[in-house]
């Protein structure tokens, strides 16, 4: 099913914006929906870590494009963020928010499949987001806690060459 998501949101109140950063960056992952995605990040100049036995850092938003959308992207995916606590002073042009994460994964068209190789994830987010200039809250770097997986990790390797 294809759908178009909007980039922004009408009413939303500063700390529901601020958020929404991180819903647009989870909702296209898991529609691989690049403009839904390139909407989330502040520009280039962004970072994303992943802490799990070892850390990753992936610098800039064309490296998190091609390691996050367009490796998760294609899969059969949902991303559940839950528990968002948003740290904002009203008028400020920075925020933070924590939140915890569970993300299951299948490989395109195999989702629905109940013997299926599924991939889960439960992690903690850590996010540093600025606010551009048209208003729009933006993540300038994310940061994932991995605290439990299960299932075959093999399915986030990249494809070999």
């Known amino acids: 099913m294809s759908q178009s998501y909007p980039q922004?949101?009408?009413s939303l109140s500063q700390r529901e914006a601020i958020a929404d950063a991180v819903y647009r960056a989870a909702i296209a992952?898991?529609?691989h929906d690049a403009a839904l995605f390139d909407s989330a990040w502040?520009?280039?100049d962004v970072s994303m870590e992943i802490h799990d036995d070892t850390k990753k850092v992936l610098q800039g938003l064309s490296v998190i494009r091609a390691?996050?959308?367009?490796?998760?992207?294609?899969?059969?995916?949902?991303?559940?963020?839950?528990?968002?606590?948003?740290?904002?002073?009203?008028?400020?042009?920075?925020a933070s928010l924590t939140a915890t994460s569970t993300a299951t994964h299948a490989?395109?068209?195999?989702?629905?499949?109940?013997?299926?190789?599924?991939?889960?994830?439960?992690?903690e987010y850590s996010v540093d987001l600025i606010k551009d200039e048209a208003g729009v809250w933006r993540i300038k770097k994310l940061a994932l806690n991995v605290v439990w997986?299960?299932?075959d990790a093999s399915l986030m390797r990249p494809p070999q060459k």
């Open 29 to 31: 992952s898991d529609h």
């Open 8 to 10: 922004t949101l009408p």
């Open 67 to 94: 390691n996050v959308l367009h490796r998760v992207g294609p899969m059969d995916t949902t991303h559940n963020i839950s528990m968002v606590r948003v740290n904002y002073q009203d008028g400020a042009v920075a």
């Open 149 to 151: 997986t299960t299932g």
């Open 42 to 44: 502040a520009g280039e």
């Open 107 to 123: 490989a395109s068209g195999t989702g629905r499949d109940p013997n299926g190789t599924k991939y889960t994830v439960g992690g």
